[in-house]
């Protein structure tokens, strides 16, 4: 056990201090889930990557730093402490872009990421659809084989897709083989949402952002070059995605310990209120400690050459739970100011999200079950 | 960083947990329980002075036999998960991880007695609360003002109390001691490490004694069958499961680091030791309560041996400071004042 930070992590988290406590933007940008707000944040995002903090874990060569997954996690730490924006290139870079890493064809990589790590190409995720949500293998969007084109036509419709409306691309599954059932005949496909045949129609989450979108696909060409992973290959492709989506990458422990913080300082701008509220503030201060204890194990092991597979399911179920709770608890303590428009409330909003995204809790409670605890299944 | 128990460390754990897998079965836990022959678990606890882990934290040759291993508490949470997870009705928090190291530091004569195991120690730190194995220990550690003594069980007037845990042999102090006893250690900074340590253990036990009802339970289920199907297929038993395992998958690493703060002299090592404390001891209450439950009827019986273990997980989720105490602890480091 040693969990000192070396003297070149230290280092490279000064570097991240000193930048963002320069860069951050004083006052708050708009939401980045209204078209408004999502081009102030891309005007953020561009000047984290000129600065070269976009993709700190990513190859130089694709405009990242060769960080260590140590030091993407102090770099997360220093980033939510700076009270830094969200970031609306997310599904991108932390979800298509490990899959990228871990299937893309070299000519896809150099095409396609140094332009994701510079927020020109915007992506979006289309997994869901209107009969297939948590039951992702019942997808029925299709894809038919345009040979003579070299490449696919795509027809069906996505949704629920995050920030659709604002983004350029959408990355996807797709079924190219009809006889085939459910997991098997499967394609990812990335998409271009300004090709001939794609209709983006965003509409308006909980919280009243058009941060949501459905993406009608009419006959849609998608050349080979396109296909991630191979064709029919598109389930196990898939599923490395949700792998660090649900898990580490996408709720690194930075974003709750500071979350904890600022509601251990609203607890103390609030004494009348605090005294009922004490034990929920503290354990949420707890569970936020916890997270990170948990993910530096995590990462130990990742470090070591250990996947951690269905051990994510974990860190997705206690962070969406520990995200409600702390933004409940933060609520209490604003008394009557609770039902107010305001970061607290924006955030407990966003939170009830989180149990849902990235594979439902109800999913995650069996995958645990079934996988970790090796409970027999239905 | 490296968040990975050490080798040496790890070793000393699994040749516990290989010793305890072979002599410790639910027939031991029971023959701790009042009318028992507490022989059996003597002889156990001896099995382990063998080996040396009774003096895991003291340090080589304190003794003059050589059962002094020299490590630290990076070595004692391993080694207390093992024994959490074993049900042996022992003092090993009290002794292992407060005790033995107390007397090695004062120099004590009776510390090759202790660590050979043919004397037991134990250990209460509070004042007033019940002490536990206060009915089979030989010597006992006690906080009296500022200072750590330590007492031969016929210079205190201890009356057996009924407990829960049966097997936990419960004693009161009738009175306070009037004088007596062996100057260990004085000061609140030498009080408040003991202190530290003996809710470092508890919280290291409570984590495997979750990860044995998990097992018993998740054995138990896959195997009972109702509406023709293993009722472990069934989700809402699922879901009860996972949501158990996950607590205690979170509490596992929050006293791997709070072991690390102590071992190295951290200024964050109270806090760290009271996080770990609240993670392990409502773990164990959930894991307990899910467990019975999963169980259905059989669940709430004696005959079956989950209650061996609940009942123990109810009794160390409260010892050394239960969930509320700690995280009053912790608000107070969080300058959370009270108001009022």
Known sequence: MDLTWSAAEQDFRQQARVWLSANVPGSPLPSGDTRAGFAAHLEWERRLFEARWSVVSWPEAFGGRDATLWEWLIFEEEYYRAGAPQRVTQNGIFLLGPSLFEFGTPEQQQRLLPRMAAAQDLWAQGWSEPGAGSDLAAIRSRAVRDRAAGGWRLSGQKTWTTRGAFCTHLFGLFRTDPEAQRHHGLTYFLVKLDAPGVTVRGFERLDGDEGFAEVFLDDVFVPDQDVLGGVDQGWSVAMATTGSERGLTLRSPGRFLSAADRLVEAARAHPERAAAQRDQVVQAWIDAQAYQLFTLEQVTAISEGRRIGAESSLNKLFWSELDIRLHQTALELLGPEAELDGPWSRGFLFSLAGTIYAGTNEIQRTIVAERLLGLPRK | ?340
């Open chain 2, 1 to 340: 960083m490296r968040f990975r128990i050490a080798e040496d460390d790890a070793a000393l754990a699994a040749a516990a947990a290989g010793l305890l897998a072979k002599e410790v079965t639910p027939q031991e836990i029971r023959a701790g329980w009042p009318g028992g022959s507490a022989g059996r678990v003597d002889a156990a606890w001896r099995r382990l002075a063998e080996l040396g882990a009774l003096g895991t934290l003291v340090p080589e040759a304190a003794d003059g036999l050589g059962l002094g291993l020299g490590l630290d508490e990076n070595a004692l949470a391993p080694l207390l998960f093992e024994l959490g997870r074993s049900g042996l009705p022992v003092p090993a928090a009290e002794s292992i991880a407060v005790g033995a190291p107390l007397l090695a530091a004062a120099g004590s004569p009776l510390l090759a007695e202790v660590l050979s195991a043919r004397l037991l120690l134990t250990a209460a730190l509070d004042g007033s609360g019940p002490v536990p194995f206060g009915q089979r220990a030989d010597l006992l550690v006690l906080e009296a003002g500022a200072q750590l003594r330590l007492y031969r069980r016929d210079e205190l007037e201890l009356e057996p109390v009924a407990a829960v845990d049966g097997s936990r042999a419960l004693a009161r102090l009738r009175r306070p001691p009037d004088g007596g006893g062996v100057l260990l250690a004085e000061g609140p900074i030498a009080v408040d490490r003991a202190r530290q340590r003996g809710v470092l253990g508890t919280a290291a036990l409570l984590v495997g004694l979750c990860e044995r009802m998990l097992d018993l339970t998740v054995d138990y289920v896959r195997q009972r069958r109702q509406y023709g199907a293993p009722i472990g297929s069934f989700q809402a038993v699922q879901h009860a499961l996972a949501g158990a395992a996950g607590a205690v998958r979170f509490a596992r690493p929050a006293v791997l680091a709070a072991a690390w703060s102590q071992a190295s002299g951290e200024p964050a090592a109270a806090v760290a030791t009271s996080l770990a404390k609240v993670l392990a001891s409502d773990a164990g209450r959930l894991v307990a309560r899910t467990a019975i439950q999963c169980h259905g009827a059989i669940g709430y019986t004696t005959e079956y041996d989950l209650h061996l273990y609940a009942k123990r997980a109810w009794a160390l989720a409260a010892a050394w400071g239960g969930p509320a105490d700690h995280r009053e602890l912790i608000a107070r480091e969080l300058q959370l004042t009270r108001v009022g």
